[in-house]
């Protein structure tokens, strides 16, 4: 073993890439729905060989410019995908999960650097409680940062892994509670209340005519139709275009031919026994009048009408609070379906009471002249790409390193964001800007996703790996009581505040709450747990403000929760 430890070191990129796959097949290992996940994972594998080849005389590490150049990227991921979603974080009922989310991360973060001064806690411990209890992988990078900068002296003999090591170490044994407990609160908040959550989610659902968003995205149904129909009936004949939709402005007239010539759809242009004419509308409309125009024919010729998918950001102020239902009498109205809504990157249910906030996504698909005036009355268009502006990543990424290298003085030293921080900032100014303008920094959802998944993988592999070989060392039994203790409170106290908070102050609907929840502590998991638990999509509506703006916060508590608790 200690020729394949030795090969290993002198190999560090097979050490790196081994780890991240060990990482992502133990983070699909679940007991009872429960496992660890890709993150949390690549602590315990990196850990776990390292420490095994310091029992065999090699020492495993990897180089600092690696690890923070992966999470740099991560920042800077993490800022482009919340960046639009933090202008409606501030109005309406978005308010709400604001200070909700704000709530539950500083109860965090009081609760990590409160036990870590009443035990006395090892250097690091506050940061990794932080990071494990609320399961904010991100913490341990700003927590680093706050070493790096200074800003957290080290003590006499104390060396920047040796706290770099506790970090690691205080996440992993809190990040097991901080990810099951948060889901079983969440599920069964509402009970421990008396609450009957599925009633609630109902009642919701009437009243904002509310569908699930976790239904089968592959279906035979199809809201929108097209049809061709061969004009036999008289009293039809004559009829011009513009006469037809007065008397039946459920349908659309998308295209009329005669023998082998299409006519189009000129307002004036009149129907002849014979033509052929293609109807749209709504599925139920289509149905209503069987025979209106005559039997329906296969046409392909005049079906052959140009059918357009794109995505639609939402910025117009007009559109902004209107419900999706008041777009039923609009002229596109039937000739295209939307698909989904996106909010703050989340897919969230609609209904015909769903109201647009700006910076959502309208995910559509129909008639190609259809799809551009819902662009042109919403806001802007957005056809799929595979492209990324690196011009735009580039200048972004210098932005945010130039913003972290600004400093203020504050109680005798100069703190700042830090280069971790800049490019957080830097991330949501971009992802701001280019969701206004659209005309530069296209940055696709799976390019995103590579530079944060990716990213924070490799992170905390090397967080993990440099880590290994001192964790044997530092831990103790007290210490993981301790530290475990300290977890547990961290996790469990501060959403159930915030659910006594949303239910009985705010009023909040307790199946919305149950996702406002869940975003407030920036965890997907509890969110689709809590809607599986009462078998609707309604909590996904509070959860993307609240996730968005917790999880910079918390980023940022990372570095914060050091300073405090040196």
């Known amino acids: 073993m200690t020729s394949f430890f030795e090969w290993l070191a002198a190999n560090p990129y097979i050490l790196l890439f081994g780890v991240v796959a060990g990482a992502v097949l133990l983070g699909k290992v679940t007991i009872k729905g429960y496992g660890l996940g890709m993150v949390a994972s690549a602590i315990v594998v990196g850990a776990a060989v390292s420490a095994g080849a310091v029992a065999f005389g090699v020492t495993l590490k990897l180089d600092n410019f690696t690890r923070l150049m992966f999470y740099y990227l991560f920042m800077y991921g993490v800022g482009l995908r919340v960046g639009p979603s933090f202008v409606n974080s501030l109005k309406q009922d978005g308010l709400k999960f604001t200070v909700l989310a704000v709530f539950c991360s500083v109860l965090g973060l009081l609760g990590a650097v409160g036990f870590t001064k009443l035990w006395d806690l090892p250097a690091g411990a506050a940061g990794g409680i932080l990071a494990g209890s609320m399961t904010m992988s991100a913490s341990i990078g700003s927590a680093e940062e706050a070493v790096r900068q200074g800003v957290f002296p080290l003590a006499e003999g104390k060396t920047f892994e040796d706290v770099s090591g506790m970090i690691a170490l205080s996440y992993g044994l809190t990040y097991i509670w901080g990810t099951v407990g948060i889901i079983l609160i969440c599920k069964y908040l509402p009970r421990w209340w008396g609450i009957d ?292 409170v961290c996790t469990t106290v501060p959403p159930i505040l915030v659910w006594a908070i949303g239910y009985h102050l705010m009023k909040i609907n307790p199946a919305v709450l149950m996702g406002g929840v869940a975003g407030a502590r920036s965890h997907s998991g509890p969110a689709r747990e809590a809607a599986k638990e009462i078998n609707s999509s309604v909590p996904w509506i509070g959860f993307p403000v609240g996730y968005a703006v917790s999880g910079v916060i918390l980023t940022v508590f990372g570095y914060v929760a050091m300073v405090l608790s040196k």
């Open 197 to 488: 959550a599925k009633a609630a989610a109902r009642k919701y659902e009437d009243e904002n005519g509310v569908k699930n968003v976790d239904d089968a995205g592959l279906t035979g149904y199809r809201p929108a139709s097209v049809r061709a129909h061969k004009l036999t009936n008289k009293d039809v004949v004559g009829w011009t275009v513009r006469q037809f939709l007065q008397k039946y402005p459920q349908y659309k007239v998308l295209n009329v031919a005669r023998g082998d010539e299409i006519l189009g759809v000129a307002d004036d242009l009149a129907f002849q026994v014979g033509d052929v004419i293609a109807l749209g509308g709504r599925l139920e409309a289509m149905t209503e009048n069987m025979g209106l125009i005559g039997p329906e024919v296969p046409d392909a010729k005049v079906l052959s009408i140009p059918l357009d998918q794109a995505e639609i950001l939402v910025t117009n102020k007009e559109v902004e609070g209107k419900e999706l239902g008041s777009f039923r009498t609009a002229d596109f109205a039937g000739q295209l379906a939307l698909v989904r809504v996106e909010r703050a990157g989340e897919p969230i249910p609609i209904g015909l009471n769903t109201k647009l906030q700006r910076f959502d996504v309208l995910v559509v698909a129909g008639l190609k002249g259809a799809v551009n005036k819902l662009a042109e009355h919403a806001g802007k268009i957005a056809r799929p790409s595979t492209a990324t502006d690196l011009l735009t990543l580039s200048v972004g990424m210098i932005l945010g390193f130039l913003i972290g290298a600004i400093a203020f003085p504050i109680a005798g030293s100069k703190v700042g964001l830090g280069n971790a921080g800049g490019l957080l900032v830097s991330g949501i100014i971009v992802s701001s800007l280019v969701s206004r303008l659209r005309f530069f920094g296209n940055t696709p959802n799976a390019a995103r996703n590579i530079l944060e998944d990716l990213g924070l993988l490799v992170f905390i592999a090397i967080v993990g790996i440099n880590a290994g070989a001192g964790l044997v060392s530092q831990l103790s039994g007290t210490l993981a009581v301790q530290i475990l203790v300290a977890g547990f």
